[in-house]
């Protein structure tokens, strides 16, 4: 049976820790795609992180396409990660897809502002 308990996420317990995220639905998953923000943004917008979506475009910090910048074509809640547009990976039968990338290991340099609630979130901080 899955079952899902927030008190899980307090432990200090691996397994438990574990066992959260794994069980965790779509809505407390979207948290675990959090990426900071480019120091120009975090200036104007008065926040440190937030949720990767569609369409921002990013920069990337660690492993082999360190330093590359790309649009976030799709994020995949279920495996937290992230797939960007010119990011590929060659598989043996020549044939090209895009390379999963952890969300941890990006900083947003521009932001998708079509979402209202995205647009909501940031005119709330911003009039602090």
Same mark, same amino acid.
């Given at each position: 049976m899955k079952s899902f308990v927030k008190s899980w996420k307090s432990s200090v317990q691996p397994r438990?820790?574990?066992?959260?995220?794994?069980?965790?639905p779509l809505n407390i998953r979207q948290k675990f795609v959090?990426?900071?923000? *480019?120091?120009?943004?975090? @200036?104007?917008?008065?926040?440190?992180?937030m949720a990767l979506r569609k369409g921002d @475009?990013?920069?990337i910090s660690r492993?082999?396409?360190?330093?590359?910048?790309?649009?976030? @074509?799709?994020v995949d809640l279920k495996? *937290?990660?992230?797939?960007l547009a010119g990011i590929d990976m060659i598989k043996k039968d020549g044939s090209k897809t895009l390379y999963p990338i952890s969300p941890s290991n990006l900083i947003i340099r521009s932001l998708n502002l079509e979402d209202k609630k995205r647009k909501k979130i940031l005119d709330r901080?911003?009039?602090k």
């Open positions: 438990k820790q574990h066992k959260y995220s794994y069980n965790a959090g990426v900071h923000l *480019s120091k120009e943004l975090r @200036e104007k917008h008065g926040l440190r992180s @475009e990013v920069k492993g082999q396409y360190k330093g590359k910048t790309a649009k976030v @074509e799709r495996k *937290s990660k992230a797939y901080v911003g009039k």
